[in-house]
Structure formats: C-alpha cells, structure tokens
C-alpha cells in the first residue's frame, strides 16, 4: 500500500493525518503575486554549473518520474542568488495535469501551468548526507521551471523517450549523459522564498529558486508523461499518473523576492 498519493483518499488534503508539517507555517508551493514580490538588489544571478553533471538513471517512484545524478562530489552544483553554499544536484522531476489542463505546483497571480520541472539540490557543505540536508532549513535548493505548451521543445524528447521503460511504479532503467542545461529558458530571472517539500515528508526544507520564464513544450511531449501509471505492474487497478501536483498553500508573513 502507499502511504500518500493524489487521489481522493490519499491526495493532499488529508497528507497532514501522517504528515504534521503540511500545517507548518512555511509550506509550498505557493501563489506568487508579482505586484507584491519585493525586488532585492543584494540578491545575485543564479549559476548553475552543470557541465560535467552524470545523470545515472530514470524512474517511476509512484508519484512522478525521477533523473537521478550521482551526488558523491561537487561535479554540478548551484550557486549564487539566494544560496549561502552551493548546492549539489541530486535528482529531477516534474508534476502535470490531465489533457488539457494545468498541473504545475506554483502558480503566477493564480495563472497555473501545464507541468512544472523541479531539480533537487541539497547543501553538502553544511550537510554530510541528503538525509540531513533534508530536514535542515538550509539543506535543500530547488529550482523550478515552468513548462507552457505550444511547439515541440527540441530536447525533451530524450526524456519523453524513455517514459515507456518507466511505465510502472517501482521501474527504474539506466539513464546515463543527460544535462539538464537543455531544459533551461533563456533567461535565469528568478522569484525567492524560503518553503517546503511538496510532497510527504513535506519537510521545510526547501530555498525555492523559481525561473520567470517558462520553456515551451507540446501537447503530444506533455502526453507522453500521461503513459505513466501511478501504480505497480502486478497491481490489477492501473491508475493514469496524472494531476500529480500539490494546490498553493498559506504565504503565512512569508516575503517573496525577485533578482531583477
Ligand atoms: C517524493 N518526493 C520527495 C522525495 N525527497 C525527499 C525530500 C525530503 C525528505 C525525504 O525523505 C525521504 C525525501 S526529495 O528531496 O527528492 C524531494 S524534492 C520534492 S519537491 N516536489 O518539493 O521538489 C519532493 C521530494
Ligand atoms: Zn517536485
């Protein structure tokens, strides 16, 4: 059985019965009102250095699709903006709706979008393992990015190819050479705030370093991560992965800031 999911008896709404923290006063994602962001001059560009970042392997955790990278050394790291200390990639993922609909987690003065793409980082200077880096307010950075459809993005097809070897909870298969560069927008403008996991543990954890601009996909590419099921090949009920998203949760005093 799982422990959480998105469904009716299992979805968000009812995580804080396992999950104290989905009441805590720093939770995400949130609404982000651009008229009321404050615009912080002291805050510097993001840089991310991923060139010589080794994505290891692709797969399906039950609640979304995973890029894991190795993690044992500072080969790709985030830096500047917001971060006291660089942070290492750890893994990638995303969060959709159904056709049509919109299933990013943070929304834009209440403009949802169809998916959004999250890297996860975590501060290994501070931290000797992404265990405690999870529960530490300044252990983990993620980077989200927003993805709007329209054309064919030129690269994601690399990850929409490999959703069939994925089509399962529990399956995993290698993934190798894979920089997420790819899937950056052209600029790196970005919102700041200090919150949460999205999903269980909902640990408050989390720098959030959200881009502005989003990058573009279509409908048939969004389609494909649609194939996924939330469930194992050996259950009977196979359940669509689809609106795997957390709705916004109270700001709480929280100030939401902006590099330019
Ligand atoms: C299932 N998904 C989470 C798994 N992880 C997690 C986080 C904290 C504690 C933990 O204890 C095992 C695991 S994780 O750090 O890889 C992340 S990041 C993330 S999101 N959507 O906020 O970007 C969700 C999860
Ligand atoms: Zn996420």
């Given at each position: 059985?799982n422990l959480?999911?998105y469904?009716?008896?299992?979805?968000?709404s009812?995580?804080h019965?396992?999950?104290?923290?989905?009441?805590?006063?720093?939770?995400?994602?949130i609404?982000i009102v651009?008229?009321?962001?404050?615009?912080?001059?002291?805050l510097?560009?993001?840089v991310?250095n991923?060139?010589?970042?080794?994505?290891?392997?692709?797969?399906?955790?039950?609640?979304?699709?995973?890029v894991?990278f190795?993690d044992?050394?500072?080969?790709?790291?985030?830096?500047g903006?917001p971060?006291v200390?660089?942070?290492?990639?750890?893994?990638?993922h995303f969060?959709?709706g159904g056709?049509?609909?919109c299933?990013?987690e943070?929304s834009?003065a209440?403009?949802?979008?169809a998916s959004?793409?999250h890297?996860?980082?975590w501060?290994?200077?501070?931290y000797?393992t992404y265990?405690?880096?999870?529960?530490?307010p300044d252990?983990l950075?993620?980077?989200?990015?927003?993805?709007?459809t329209?054309?064919?993005?030129?690269?994601?097809?690399?990850i929409t190819?490999?959703?069939?070897m994925?089509?399962?909870k529990?399956?995993?298969t290698?993934f190798?050479?894979?920089?997420p560069?790819?899937l950056l927008?052209?600029s790196?403008?970005y919102?700041?705030?200090p919150?949460s996991v999205?999903?269980?543990?909902?640990h408050?954890?989390?720098?959030?370093?959200i881009?502005?601009?989003?990058?573009?996909v279509?409908?048939?590419?969004?389609?494909?991560f649609?194939?996924?099921?939330f469930?194992?090949e050996e259950?009977?009920?196979?359940?669509?992965?689809?609106?795997?998203?957390?709705p916004?949760?109270?700001?709480?005093?929280?100030?939401?800031r902006?590099?330019?």
């Amino acid at each position: 059985g799982n422990l959480w999911g998105y469904g009716k008896e299992d979805g968000p709404s009812v995580w804080h019965k396992h999950y104290p923290s989905a009441k805590g006063n720093q939770q995400s994602p949130i609404d982000i009102v651009p008229h009321q962001v404050s615009h912080d001059p002291s805050l510097g560009p993001i840089v991310l250095n991923y060139d010589h970042c080794t994505s290891i392997s692709i797969s399906n955790n039950g609640h979304s699709v995973v890029v894991e990278f190795d993690d044992s050394d500072d080969r790709s790291v985030i830096l500047g903006g917001p971060l006291v200390n660089p942070c290492r990639l750890k893994q990638f993922h995303f969060h959709w709706g159904g056709k049509g609909c919109c299933g990013s987690e943070h929304s834009v003065a209440g403009k949802n979008y169809a998916s959004e793409l999250h890297l996860v980082h975590w501060n290994a200077v501070k931290y000797r393992t992404y265990g405690e880096a999870a529960t530490a307010p300044d252990g983990l950075a993620v980077l989200g990015i927003f993805l709007q459809t329209g054309d064919d993005h030129r690269w994601l097809h690399m990850i929409t190819d490999a959703l069939f070897m994925v089509k399962f909870k529990g399956s995993v298969t290698d993934f190798r050479g894979f920089n997420p560069k790819c899937l950056l927008p052209s600029s790196l403008h970005y919102w700041t705030y200090p919150g949460s996991v999205t999903t269980p543990p909902l640990h408050e954890s989390v720098t959030w370093i959200i881009l502005k601009e989003p990058i573009t996909v279509s409908e048939r590419q969004m389609s494909k991560f649609r194939m996924l099921l939330f469930t194992a090949e050996e259950e009977d009920q196979r359940m669509r992965m689809e609106n795997n998203f957390r709705p916004p949760q109270p700001l709480k005093g929280r100030k939401v800031r902006s590099s330019v």
